[in-house]
């Protein structure tokens, strides 16, 4: 019996989908549970270290690496769990946000190196600190200091909608 498609018919049948372009983000949460927050110089919110995924790496790996390579820090993939995903719809792009959480270690704080080409500060924040709003949060830093468990959520921006 051969098979119901052949890997070219389901390699054409699967391009005729939508591709979204995805990212990845880890809240990192130190030991009075305030979590690391960046500021990218052509953001005008602040957000959760993180970025685009490759087309080679999964969106734990591409947000591990993205935290090494904003903040200077290795997180170890077995210490990051699942914390939600964003389906985002906005003027420039339809994409998906895979956010994640680790803890940050004893010190780790102290070894932040900030990637100068693209992030221009970092602070901790608490919960309280973002739900009054005193700076331009990304959604998804809301979310955490509102103790989301949604698991999923939906983001529109930037439309006149």
Do not use: C
């Amino acid at each position: 019996m051969s098979p119901l498609y052949t890997s070219k018919s389901e390699a054409h049948f699967l391009h005729t989908f939508h591709a979204r372009p995805s990212s990845a983000s880890i809240i990192l949460q130190d030991d009075q549970q305030r979590a690391l927050i960046v500021k990218a110089h052509y953001k005008a919110h602040w957000t959760f270290p993180g970025g685009m995924i490759d087309a080679d790496e999964t969106p734990k790996q591409a947000a591990v690496r993205e935290v090494q390579e904003e903040v200077g820090l290795t997180i170890e993939p077995d210490a990051v769990t699942f914390g939600w995903i964003a389906a985002r719809h906005s003027i420039v792009a339809d994409t998906f946000q895979f956010i994640f959480k680790a803890q940050l270690l004893p010190g780790q704080i102290d070894s932040i190196i900030l990637q100068a080409s693209e992030i221009d500060e970092w602070r901790l924040v608490s919960k309280d600190d973002v739900l009054s709003m005193n700076l331009d949060y990304a959604k998804a830093i809301v979310l955490w200091a509102r103790d989301s468990t949604e698991g999923y959520v939906e983001q529109t921006f930037g439309l006149d909608t």
